[in-house]
């Protein structure tokens, strides 16, 4: 067989191991990150690969859309739905890696028994990417001049699965969204019944030295509203002591005043 | 580079996709071995349009391409559906059309 060129046969013994290793970190790590990051890896690979051998534009859009976006998507949801879960080491059927690992040689073995010696004398690409001035422009030429119907009905596909992925996420509410008349309706609703008061809360209480929303505002009487405060704030004992924080400045002021009373009079 | 060298790659390419769609269980890794088979196949492609001298290859593994990013859209978001009804994404979770 004639080899192609000695620069891509450099490019393939470099990437094709390190393709094969990362398709095999796909297979053999447990945890479904590192699977997802290796077989990014293999197909940047694949990129160099594409590039080695004349086609520029399907390198280039291996990298944007399989390592952008597939495997980036594939990411994603890997994060969404529990990075944590390991897969786990019980067969259940039993013997299933074994036989797998036999049948799997052996499509191998066919294949490259099969077709791998097929391949005709080869020609290059050279004349074909040069009818048109380039790769990217013959490409273009070939999409929308003889595929150009096929070219259409992808646009039909990405459509429908933008429109399935829509529906498919989209998931039924369990209760009905209570609108903005139904609250203000529940809460006079409370009024009327209990006496609930229906405008807004207090707001937290602002001191001398302290204006944190922990501290709670300071009813007429000296004794501290409680609805002042956000009941998680409560919940976790963050709530800080405002009549200590009010007498402080009493006691402050009271202190100011027996220093400054004989000077005034 | 030698294309039969290229086709023995795609060849081990694909048996490992194969390999792991039959051994793992998590649904998501399956699905990136049937995405690396696909690769495999692009690889085929794309080799044989050099061997042919046409481009006729390249526009067809772009076409895979396409298609391949369709099916990961629909895929996932049928992954997430299930894992919101069965909160797993083992592929033996779901059990619903067994006797």
């Known amino acids: 067989m004639i080899p192609l060129s000695v620069e891509a046969d450099i490019v393939f013994w470099i990437c094709g191991p390190l393709v094969i290793a990362g398709a095999l970190g796909l297979v053999l790590f447990r945890k479904a990150v590192y699977s997802a990051l290796s077989m990014a890896f293999a197909m940047v690979n694949l990129a160099a690969l ?35 879960q390991a897969d786990s080491l019980v067969e259940t059927i039993k013997g299933q890696r074994i036989w797998a690992g036999i049948g799997v040689l052996g499509v191998i073995g066919l294949i490259i028994a099969g077709i791998g010696h097929a391949v005709i004398p080869v020609e290059g690409l050279e004349a074909a990417n040069n009818l048109y001035g380039g790769n990217v422009q013959s490409l273009a030429a070939l999409i929308f001049g003889r ?51 229906p405008g807004a809360l207090p707001s937290s209480g602002v001191y001398a030295l302290n204006n944190s929303i922990a501290a709670p505002a300071l009813l007429p009487d000296g004794s501290v509203s409680p609805e002042s405060v956000s009941e998680v704030l409560d919940g976790r004992g963050a709530t800080l002591d405002a009549p200590a924080m009010s007498s402080a400045t009493a006691q402050a002021f009271a202190a100011v005043d027996a220093a400054t009373k004989g000077e005034l009079e | 580079m030698n294309p039969e060298l290229v086709l023995w790659l795609a060849a081990i390419l694909f048996g490992i996709g194969a390999l792991g769609l039959l051994t793992r269980r998590n649904a998501l890794v399956a699905f990136m071995c049937v995405e690396l088979m696909l690769n495999a196949a692009n690889l085929v492609l794309v080799v044989m349009s050099e061997v042919h001298g046409g481009l006729d290859g390249q526009v067809a593994a772009f076409f895979v391409m396409v298609v391949a990013a369709a099916e990961v859209v629909v895929g996932l978001s049928i992954i997430v559906m299930v894992y919101r009804s069965r909160r797993s994404t083992s592929v033996d979770a779901a059990n619903l059309l067994k006797l």
């Open chain 1, 147 to 197: 595929y150009v119907f096929g070219f259409e009905l992808t646009s039909a596909l990405l459509i429908t699965a933008a429109v399935g992925a829509m529906v498919l996420a989209q998931h039924a509410r369990l209760v009905p969204k209570i609108s903005q008349r139904e609250r203000a309706q529940l809460r006079m609703d409370a009024y009327a019944e209990q006496g609930v008061h």
């Open chain 1, 50 to 84: 594409y590039a080695a051998m004349e086609a520029p534009l399907l390198a280039a859009a291996q990298v944007i859309v399989y390592t952008g976006a597939i495997m980036m998507l594939f990411l994603f949801v890997l994060m969404l739905v529990g990075v944590d």
